[in-house]
Nanobody, 115 residues
Framework: QVQLVESGGGLVQAGGSLRLSCAAS????????MGWYRRAPGKQRELVAD???????NYADSVKGRFTISRANAKNTVNLQMNSLKPEDTAVYYC?????????WGQGTQVTVSS
């Protein structure tokens, strides 16, 4: 079993920055992909960014140039640096890990950007 623990959400004014962190623990054989998704009120969950164990990175168009994902494979952690935040970035952010033949999700952390 793998557990994902997220931290770093909060309230910030538009133009500000936040950093999200996610750490995977438990019985980990291999994690191929780690990433962040978000669900805004009234919308479906969407990919924000993810990164593979071999370093391939994918960003949603809406966050390119503002968000940076990074991963420490040895520590099974993934971080999301969010700069130039906009009110439309307000959502619950979820960490995801794909590995051990399974799909794991964190409990979510709230990010609120005020205008």
């Amino acid at each position: 079993q793998v557990q994902l623990v997220e931290s770093g959400g909060g309230l910030v004014q538009a133009g500000g920055s936040l950093r999200l962190s996610c750490a995977a623990s438990g019985t980990i054989f291999s994690i191929n992909v780690m990433g962040w998704y978000r669900r805004a009120p009234g919308k479906q969950r969407e990919l924000v960014a993810d990164v593979t164990s071999w370093g391939s990175i994918n960003y949603a168009d809406s966050v390119k140039g503002r968000f940076t994902i990074s991963r420490a494979n040895a520590k099974n952690t993934v971080n999301l640096q969010m700069n130039s935040l906009k009110p439309e970035d307000t959502a619950v952010y979820y960490c995801r890990a794909v590995g051990n033949g399974n799909d794991y999700w964190g409990q979510g952390t709230q990010v609120t950007v005020s205008s």
